[in-house]
């Protein structure tokens, strides 16, 4: 193939690259830049050509690494992860180009970007600490109380009774915390084997499990449900740690307040010829920007007083991935300092 054939081919190769590509001389003058880079690197688009990369670049760290590769004698390749001011993070490869008889002529750079992969390892290292800090506090309460029955307070039988009910409260919060990992970590939901579900009775189940949370934060807790309503289809266990996701959620919110009426309720109605579980609560409300965030996973309300609240963040997502097998849905109103309301609405 002709050269001049061939450059005409590389050269359009380079020109539509989605990564950026760009490459100097050895005295640091731009000799081409596709699109990709000219926008990337702040280069007035065709009009770079021949200038010093370090005058025309708006990407200080990246210039400063690609000169130093035709400047420094013996470096043939560099690597170096650029952030920019908006938070994009871009991998930039830089390889020194040399002529036929081994002398330096400059250096090409091609950047590619890593901003999800960034964003994973960033998420990762916050779930980790946060995890780390969800199993520190059982942990460390467990640890004090049986430290204090081995000191001798066991020989009390109320005290024992009540510090044995704590560690027994304490180890099912991190089961909980366990099986929410579990249940998050699985590539696909297992099928749902559906039967006909009675919604009271799952309702008054999660009420039973969460109302000694509730008696603790002195919320009042209210369950109305008629076992008179037509059954819905799906997997009983799984239905109940939806409801029960979304109560304890419900409670914990209400337990941020400090003036004001602690209440919950839920309440199971017909509407439409489908069924709605209603979980409406006293407390503190999410900020409108982050109410349709509150389903994705590992998400946690970060304005407001609920930004104070602990959980891995999977809670809500768990729910909204039963209630979907099950053709359901799952909705909320919520307004700051107002409270709550969560509907899941399932076919019958």
């Known amino acids: 193939m002709p050269r001049q054939v061939l ?19 050895k005295e640091g003058r731009v000799q081409f830049a596709n699109p990709a880079a000219s926008a990337l690197l702040g280069l007035r688009p065709g009009g770079a050509r021949g200038e010093k ?40 490869q830089m390889f020194a180009v040399r002529g036929p008889e081994g002398r330096l002529s400059g250096a090409v750079a091609v950047l590619r970007d890593m901003t999800s992969l960034n964003k994973i390892e960033q998420d990762m290292t916050s779930f980790v600490s946060r995890m780390s800090q969800e199993l520190k506090k059982p942990l460390t309460s467990v640890k004090g109380y049986v430290e204090t029955l081995l000191e001798g307070a066991y020989t ?3 005290i024992c009774r009540r510090f044995l009910q704590v560690i027994n409260d304490e180890t099912n919060r991190m089961a909980r915390l366990l099986v929410g990992l579990l249940d998050a970590s699985g590539a696909a939901p297992a099928p749902m084997e559906k039967k006909p579900i009675s919604v009271a009775a ?18 009042q807790l209210d369950v109305h449900a008629d076992d008179r309503l037509p059954p819905v289809m799906g997997d009983e266990a ?32 017909m509407a439409n010829g489908r069924l709605l579980v209603k979980i409406e609560d006293t407390g503190v409300g999410i900020p409108p920007d982050e109410q349709a965030k509150v389903f994705e996973r590992f998400y946690r309300v970060t304005h ?8 891995t963040g999977l809670g809500l997502s768990i729910a909204t991935d039963i209630v979907r097998a099950m053709d359901g849905t799952i909705d909320v109103a919520s307004a700051p300092g107002r409270g709550s309301t969560f509907t899941v609405n399932l076919p019958v």
């Open 202 to 219: 799952v309702m008054r189940g999660a009420a039973d499990r969460l109302s000694p949370f509730a008696l603790q934060k002195n919320i």
């Open 7 to 25: 450059g005409k081919l590389v050269e359009q190769l380079v020109e539509h690259l989605d990564e950026a590509c760009v490459g100097i001389d």
């Open 238 to 269: 799984q239905l109940g740690q939806a409801i029960t996701n979304l109560l304890d959620n419900a409670l914990k919110f209400t337990g941020l307040v400090e003036d004001g009426p602690r209440r919950v309720t839920m309440r199971a109605e």
């Open 156 to 158: 009390d039988p109320a």
């Open 53 to 92: 990369i370090w005058d025309v670049s708006s990407v200080p760290d990246f210039t400063r690494a690609f000169s130093r590769l035709v400047k420094e004698s013996g470096v043939t390749r560099r690597e170096q992860v650029i952030v920019l001011p908006d938070q994009r993070a871009f991998l930039a």
């Open 304 to 311: 407001g007083p609920a930004a104070v609240l602990g959980g």
